[in-house]
């Protein structure tokens, strides 16, 4: 008899993590959506300096740096691997962004910057443009994914 309990049991949670797994994987497929939509209807423009680009199994991540209000952003745009773009590290492009959404953009490699008034007003310095930027892109840990997720920001 509690053999039987303890089938029934493992089933029933077996059941219970399936159904979780699904709904997470659910959530992080609408999750990306609502911030796309979010992008290209709210966004607003600014400049981003695509900084390094890294291989991955289906293309290539793309990473940038930008600045919103005095405070620096890093992170992936895109997963463009179709054309030669790692002669374009360094340069700087239009870049849209999420304000509800703090950290996600989108680049757009058609739109190339190359004034140097409208990259300073972007929030860029003289050193930085010129290439002596210290950040070094990485992505975020799960944390601080789930933490932006949710609403929490740090100050780091």
Known sequence: ???EKLKKNVGIISAIILLSSFMFFIFLIVEGQIINKDIRLNG???IGRFVSREKIKNGYKNYFIYDINGVKFKGIAGWNGS???DSNIGKFYRIRYSKKFKGSFDADF???VTDTTDIMNAG???N????NDTIKPKERSFK????IIIGITSNH
Do not use: A, H, P, Y
């Open 144 to 147: 601080e994914e789930v933490f």
């Open 110 to 112: 058609n739109q190339e």
């Open 124 to 126: 860029f310095t003289l």
């Open 1 to 3: 008899m509690d053999l």
């Open 44 to 46: 607003k423009s600014s």
């Open 128 to 131: 930085r443009i010129l290439g």
């Open 83 to 85: 054309e030669d773009l």
